[in-house]
């Protein structure tokens, strides 16, 4: 008797996973479906912006004494000389067929440089990610286990400190500390003075040196990502550990906690799977959404640590006025924004129970 | 109905007295009330307040240049042997400037754009406008704004317009939400019955349930507001030098990082105080209205 049951049991475990997989799927094609207007919204928007906007960028390509006829060239080759929708959509044509368009600022096709500069701004960002989720959970954990007590008050006063200092002056001072005061780290760049960069295969290069078989520049890398990384995932860290602690601060407090603890359910797997899952989803959203603004953060921490990634390669864009290469990097940290927000749903759609038994 | 009592009764519906109650027992809500106040008054009286007023532009007397803190000079002196706390005091000016002209332009636009958007979620005016700050959202705020301020020639006065125009959003989003679940009322229904117009249903009836929700976010902004305009001049598109913005005096103290610190490091604890002091209010005042 008790086998048979166990068996519906789990068939109707599996049942209900497979509702659940279709429902986050088709969950998933309407989100891709609403975002691809948005995206290209956006392209309208920033490709209107870098157009119609004062300043001429020909001419900022061109420098001030170059004569006329140079800057007209360049003028045609930007297409400026066309009316605003042709410019549009001779550049849409050209991003299907993968090209960018020419960059007056590194002098060939923003996708070249895309395709060169954003693995090394992934792999930060995603060391960055991972302190930010270690460290929010860490603390959030502390705090909310400890809630109104004195581990939760420092949590709470450090988290405020986090969130409130921006994440270049993190930079500047982990750069002062713990490079300059006490060199415990490198100061800026990706490779120490005369470290050989592994050859280019996959463009992370942590993932190219393991590839050459250089352990040695594999460790030189990862020891140069470390105060970036920090530095970026500090103000996002404070932000998610606080939400934890609010999650479990209420889910502490629910009827449901005190069902399973009347039951004597021993107070360790209370803590773990009753109150600790359930506080875990709406941090789920916003640390998504966290670990893709770090994308913006980047800009400024990777111009403080010259890290050869896109951001800086934004950044240096943006100050030369570059209008291709100005659309291409709002376009990319679109995309990634988006991508981001559908993991996001699909993962919260997983932790979520209620989402596909409905249809079950 | 004059203006002044329509804004005593949305006066009226905050319940001031209670929420200052609520306020007042947060020991943090009180820090931050204190730091934001400081700041404040800092900036209106920098003129009196700074030691040396004349180096807040431009200024040069090299043979004071990049002395360490002292007496004379707290916070020491820059390359040009300007007082970095005469600096910093008057950087306080821009920070909230930037705060206050950011949200003066975008509450209002925002919140009308929400009740619109809310009122008319059906119809196609609503739609459209939801789908437009769909797009504004689709990126980080701060490249946007960035690249924006790229485009316009870098000043103080376009990376204002620039997070003006990336901020509207948050606001519509928040007044689309409130006034999506409240148009279902009854009382909204009692006013539309009784015959009133849309204006009087979106201002009278909907946007003072509408008021504390709005004011919370306000203050939870003044720091985020501020935190991207000093991301903006620290970049160097922002605010340009000789202006005394903290952002800038970050970025170009930071060139002479580890000798001279006190050139970028001090402006950049002020950055972080006045921040750290608005998010501290933001917060006491959101525990409040809903405490």
Redesign the interface.
Known sequence: MFKYILVIDIKSKIVRCVFKMRAIWKYVGKRVLY?I???I??SI??FI??RV???DPALMAAGPNAPKWVVEQIRHQLRLDKPLWQQYYYWLVDLFHGDLGYSIYTKRSVTVDVVEYLPASLQLIFLAALFEIGGALALGIISGRYAYKLPDNMV?VLA??G????S??WG??F??IFA??IPLFPSHGMYSYGTIPPPRVTGFSLIDSLIAGQFDTFVDILWHMVLPAFALSLGAMAQDARIIRAGMVDTMQKDHVSLVRAYGIPERTIFSKYILKPSLVPAVTVMGMDI??L???A??VE??FQWPGFSRY??N???N?D?NG?VA??LV??II??IANIIVDVVVAYLDPRIGRRSA | MSRATILSEWWKTLEIKKKWYNFRRSP?SLIGLIISLSTVILAIFAPWIAPYPEHAGFYTDFEHANLPPSWQHLFGTDEFGRDVLSRTIFGFRYSLMMAAVVLTLVVPAGVILGLIAGYYRERWIGKLIM??S???I???????A????????PSAFNAMMAVSLMWWPWYTRLLYNITSSIKEEYFVYAAKVTGASSAHIMFKEIFPNAMGAVLTKITLDV?WVI?LG??LS????GAQPPTPDLGTM?SDG?KF??DY?WI??FP??A??YI??GF??LGDGIKDAFEG
């Open positions: 975002v207007p948005t995206l919204g956006l928007l920033i912006l870098s906007l004062p300043g709470r405020y400190i969130i409130s200092v921006p270049f002056v500047l001072l750069q002062l300059a005061i893709a603004s994308l913006g953060n800009f400024m111009m403080i934004g950044i864009v943006m100050l006025k209008i100005i990097v709002v940290v679109g924004f988006a | 943090l789908r437009i769909d797009i504004f689709a990126v980080p705020p701060l490249v946007l960035l690249s924006v301020c790229s485009l316009l020639t720091g935190l000093a991301s620290f970049v160097g598109l970050v930071a990082l580890p610190w970028s490091m950049a604890l950055i972080s921040i750290l998010n501290l």
